[in-house]
């Protein structure tokens, strides 16, 4: 997106074979839980991506000026492979880009 503050990130990392999405995430929003100011757990649910279910986080937390930045995390993990989608966006534009994250993820394909 080319709005002020909206960021979309794919992070890619390996991680042990049987390594499932759930335990990822768990390990993750742990940690952010503590690195960040005002973490809130806002929603859990999943996203059909190419095909398979990928489990989606969305929290909060405050930013470096106090405002609250909304972050939706949804990670595909494909063998020794895990995909992280970030969509990270002040609060007061989180919603509007619903669309935006979903062509996004649609176009998303694995190459084998």
Sequence with gaps: PQESGVHFALVLFAVPPGTSAETIFQGRLAGLSKMVRNYKLLEEGEWEIFGRKAPSVIFS???????????????????????LFAFIAPQEKFGGFGPVLKKILASFELIK
């Design 61 to 83: 937390h405050s930013g470096r000026d106090q405002a609250t930045i909304v972050n939706q995390n949804i990670l595909l993990v494909d063998g020794t492979t895990a995909y």
